[in-house]
């Protein structure tokens, strides 16, 4: 261990920046094996920060060589700065000056990739937190905002495309015969959204009129062999750039606008001004290649990143605290877009599932915080599920309790006042209120409260005066770090039914409706409904209309009547879910206390009445049919049973497949459209609802249905149908499998996406020698450590292997530890988040957990990276 450990950063320690940099001109000259960075920073002491002899600090990096200061073009003496823990102190400052500084950096041995770094053949960057400082010294905090001059000096035969952010504005030779282009930026900005790139690339073109008619052009860059995989992202850039202006009247603003896909990324894309590094896995596409899941992956993605030019670019964060300001409101944005080109209901089941899966998770693990946290030590690590997805619920609760018309407004406010600011949450919150007149007050505390509220509610019902009462509380968790928790404004959308599945209305506060939004605003409130003849089923928390665990005493006729009934698509599905759940829990027990499994399944009449139900989106079926996750189940789970709750899954996917074998053959049958691969909302569907009930069919272990889905893999014209045959034979102990997998490895070699989608089946198979299994693929050629895909890939795919990471004897939660301790050096943002399954150590039944807890301590035990430092250290406190 270190003598000294890494220190906290606290947000009510924010200060404004002592000085500002109103321009910013660099020179990169690139080269394999020293590139020299020259900076010009146009700076000035900042009024607003009222001292005027503090000296000025430029953050910095190991990897970053000094090798000439000056200021005003005065060579500065050694005597008149300092370097210190990689920060540039300069100790004296006029007011106003030109400090010209110029680095020596080795972007070809920047493994971490953050800042400048090499990617195959070319060269590019990730700012965004705190990475230019790999580049050069400077202010890098987001509440520093220059307009930057870009000219970028390399071997135009190596390197025919350099790009920067803005517009290209001057091209020529250098004395040396080296090409140089010069990019400029008119929008000031902060570091983080600074962007480098040069290779040799190809191109597609093509170009967007705005609705003020201004012709923008479009670029999408990638290697040439990929050139191929790009028009469904282009299209989709141009469906978000018309639904900004439609939905948000929201214009692109440069000529330009161009994309990147580069292979090596530690995270999925990055919003840099008009110049957008998408990781290739979320950029490229093509039928043959690709998921459905992936192509929805890519257009929600290319969305999200636009979307920031307004929500992150224009309007920026004030500090590293305030992320969840542009990461909550553009998920929220690019989640409403998705909605709006395929299905609403299956886009909100989706984020649900994955939002009560993994953030609910989160949220009850040692790196809980506030959507707004109060401190951090390595920002990198609070690029979370909290920071995006509940923040994003934030949004949507806004969006619920102002309504659409002026959530509107507020955001019409909320742009036109802070364009070009550094802001932070509350300002948002408060154009909000201001706007709509809603007292939004309280509902800030969401920024500030960890933890997922639990919301239990109770209900009785007076025949004699037909009302109907409901009482709900609310309690957020304490914790070690939040000893006292407050009570939070929670937005309920509730509507009743009677017992047939009829809908009804009903009065609440004097507004009579089929539904009503409940304000919860205090640990304990009662609802009154009148008008009403007798006791209905309530269904509550509509869409999820907010972030909490919700419980009702639901009986399971009442889950089967809200499951074929309910007007509210989402509650339809929850309820199945819940149903599901409970029948689950029953079989987890029996197999903890190592009884035979024996369930009288309930769900069978569901689903039988579900397949009946020729009315339903297909997709919705498919969503339906599918059993809670082993990772939502852990999630439900105090402690953690991993093999339990695998077991417990397996019997009931089994019965439901016996009880209902001929439904599933023809439910298959039925969708198993051919024809021309289209990722339409339509056809994306019928895939789902096919691959969903073969999954089932093979369960039944008849011939004809492995059979079936080995003809499946054989035959399929696109990669949705030929990997879905593939993961169920490998799932379903298919004869054949080990041949498949073998098959397909050798038809897509060359397809670094697909070998990767390999990789993590490969990875995830239950045998008893899977920790061996898993070794060896990382010796396989088809491996890169450097590569984060394939790292994720492989060690994503072991974590969900339950006789491999999950080994009672500890020997993959050795291995894990091992590869962290390995990639801690190299990369200590992957290595940070590998960390993840072994923080839930502690909710784990004894005999794993102490294996966990151990294998921390091991980690702990090393010289680490701040980003692995305080994910540990914080686990294990
Ligand atoms: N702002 C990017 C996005 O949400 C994420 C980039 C974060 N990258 C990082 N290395 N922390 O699209
Ligand atoms: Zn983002």
Redesign the pocket.
């Known amino acids: 261990m270190k003598e000294s450990q890494p220190s906290t950063i606290y947000l009510k320690d924010y200060k404004v920046p002592p000085f500002l940099i109103d321009k910013t001109e660099l020179t990169f000259d690139l080269d394999e094996t020293t590139t020299v960075v020259t900076s010009r920073l146009h700076m000035r002491r900042n009024p607003a920060s009222g001292k005027s002899t503090e000296p000025l600090v430029l953050d910095g990096g190991e990897d970053v060589k000094l090798i000439g200061l000056a200021m005003d073009d005065y060579a500065l003496p050694p005597e008149e700065y300092r370097i210190s823990e990689g920060k540039l102190i300069i100790t004296a400052t006029a007011d106003e000056f030109v400090l010209t500084c110029e680095t020596l950096i080795e972007p070809q041995n920047n493994t971490r990739l ?1 800042g400048l770094y090499r990617s195959s053949s070319m060269f590019c960057t ?1 700012c ?2 705190e990475g230019f400082r790999h580049i050069t010294y400077y202010l890098d905090r987001p509440d520093v905002m220059s307009v930057f001059t870009t000219t970028i000096i390399a071997d135009e035969a190596r390197y025919p495309v350099m790009l920067s952010n803005g517009n290209q504005v001057e091209k020529g030779k250098t004395e040396e015969g080296k090409t140089f282009v010069v990019w400029h930026d008119p929008f000031p900005k902060p570091a983080y959204l600074f962007a480098l790139v040069a290779g040799d690339l190809a191109v597609k073109n093509d170009s967007f009129v705005t609705q003020s008619e201004r012709e923008v052009t479009l670029q999408i860059f990638t290697e040439p062999h990929n050139l191929d995989k790009v028009d469904y992202a282009m299209e989709a850039l141009k469906r978000s750039m018309r639904w900004d202006e439609e939905a948000y009247g929201r214009e692109y603003d440069l000529d330009i606008f161009m994309i990147v896909a580069v292979d090596d990324f ?6 840099n001004k008009g110049l957008n590094i998408f990781n290739s896995s979320c950029l490229l596409a093509s039928p043959e290649t690709t998921t459905d899941d992936s192509y929805l992956r890519v257009e929600a993605i290319v969305a ?2 636009y979307f ?1 030019n307004w929500s992150g670019n224009r309007v920026t964060c004030r500090d590293w605290f305030q992320l969840s300001l542009k ?1 909550g409101f ?1 998920v929220f944005r690019d989640q409403t877009f998705s909605a709006d080109m395929h299905s609403e209901i299956v886009k909100r089941v989706e984020d649900v599932s994955f939002l009560r899966t993994a953030q609910f998770a989160e949220d009850a693990g040692p790196m809980s915080h506030p959507v707004r946290p109060a401190s951090f030590i390595e920002i ?1 690590n609070f ?1 979370t599920l909290t920071i995006y997805e509940k923040g994003a619920e934030i949004v949507r609760m806004v969006h619920t309790l102002l309504g659409a018309e002026k959530f509107r407004a507020g955001s019409d406010l909320y742009f036109d006042r802070h364009d070009g600011q550094a802001v932070t949450c509350d300002d948002f919150i408060t154009a909000m209120q201001d706007s709509s007149g809603v007292d939004l007050t309280l509902f800030k505390r969401w920024y500030s409260q960890a933890g997922t509220p639990v919301v239990t509610a109770t209900d009785e019902f007076d025949s004699a005066s037909g009302t109907y009462r409901l009482t709900m509380k609310q309690q957020t968790p304490a914790t070690k770090n939040q000893p006292t928790t407050l009570p939070l404004h929670i937005p309920v959308r509730v509507g009743l039914l009677d017992t047939s599945g009829k809908v009804l209305t009903s009065a609440l506060s004097g507004s009579t409706s089929e539904e009503h939004v409940l304000h919860l605003n205090s640990s304990e409130q009662t609802f009154e409904f009148t008008g009403l003849t007798s006791k209905p089923v309530p269904s509550l928390l509509r869409g999820f209309s907010a972030p909490v665990k919700l419980h009702y005493d639901y009986s399971t006729s009442d889950l089967l009547l809200l499951m074929s009934s309910d007007t509210d698509g989402f509650n339809r599905w929850s309820a199945a879910q819940q149903i599901a759940v409970n029948e689950l829990t029953m079989l987890i027990n029996q197999s903890i206390a190592g009884e035979s499994l024996s369930l009288e399944s309930q769900l069978v009449k569901g689903f039988k009445a579900l397949l009946s139900d020729e009315s339903l989106d297909p997709a919705m079926v498919a969503l339906i049919l599918t059993l809670p996750s082993q990772a939502y189940l852990s999630e439900l789970a105090n402690p953690i049973h991993p093999a339990a709750i695998k077991e417990a899954r397996q019997y009931l996917k089994t019965l439901l497949a016996n009880a209902l074998s001929g439904e599933f053959e023809l439910l298959y049958n039925k969708h198993n459209i051919q024809g021309e691969y289209q990722a339409t909302a339509e056809d994306i569907a019928h895939r789902s609802l096919k691959n969903t009930a073969l999954s089932y069919w093979v369960e039944t272990n008849s011939d004809q249905a492995h059979q079936a889905t080995f003809e499946q893999f054989r035959t399929a014209n696109n990669m949705t149908d030929q990997f879905s045959a593939l993961s169920i034979a490998v799932h379903s102990n298919n004869a054949k499998a080990t041949d498949m997998l073998a098959a397909f490895y050798e038809q897509w070699k060359a397809e670094p996406l697909v070998v990767n989608k390999w990789l993590m089946l490969s990875a995830s198979q239950d045998s008893s020698d899977a920790v061996a299994s898993v070794k060896a693929l990382m010796e396989h050629t088809a491996f890169d450590l450097k590569n984060p895909n394939k790292v994720r890939s492989v060690l994503g795919g072991f974590g969900q292997s339950i006789s491999g990471f999950h080994n009672e004897d500890g020997s993959g939660y050795h291995f894990l530890a091992d590869q962290i301790i390995l990639l801690n050096s190299r990369n200590p ?1 992957i290595a940070s988040r590998l960390c993840t399954p072994l923080t839930r150590w502690k909710k784990m039944e004894a005999k794993r957990s102490e294996k966990m807890k151990a294998e921390l301590e091991r980690i702990l035990a090393q010289d680490l990276s701040k980003d692995v430092y305080e994910v540990v250290s914080k686990s294990l406190a």
Request: glycine letters at 6%; a negative charge.
């Open positions: 953050e990730q965004e937190a530690n995270m999925g894309a990055m919003e999200h990143e920031h990461e553009t990198s690029y943002q």
